[in-house]
Nanobody, 115 residues
Framework: QVQLVESGGGLVQAGGSLRLSCAAS????????MGWYRQAPGQQRDLVAN???????NYPTSVKGRFTISRDNSKNTVYLQIDNLNPEDTAVYYC?????????WGQGTQVTVSS
């Protein structure tokens, strides 16, 4: 079992930045990848960043250059740095841990960007 707790969301003005955190606990050694997703009201949940066990990262084209995923293995924490926020980034941001046969999700953290 893996437990994930996100934090760092909030209300920010357009053009600002936020750093989200996802603290993992439990069977961390079984995790192959960590990802950040977001879901706006009435929309599907979409991937915004991935980091694999190797350290390789990937991003969808829509957020590349503004979103940066990183990790601190000593703290079992994955971060998502979001720069130059715009109102379209308003969503609940979720952290996901991927094992070989199972995924785990955090509870999400709300990001609201005002214009």
């Amino acid at each position: 079992q893996v437990q994930l707790v996100e934090s760092g969301g909030g209300l920010v003005q357009a053009g600002g930045s936020l750093r989200l955190s996802c603290a993992a606990s439990g069977s961390i050694s079984s995790i192959n990848a960590m990802g950040w997703y977001r879901q706006a009201p009435g929309q599907q949940r979409d991937l915004v960043a991935n980091i694999f066990r190797s350290g390789t990262t990937n991003y969808p084209t829509s957020v590349k250059g503004r979103f940066t995923i990183s990790r601190d293995n000593s703290k079992n924490t994955v971060y998502l740095q979001i720069d130059n926020l715009n109102p379209e980034d308003t969503a609940v941001y979720y952290c996901k841990a991927t094992e070989r046969f199972r995924d785990y999700w955090g509870q999400g953290t709300q990001v609201t960007v005002s214009s």
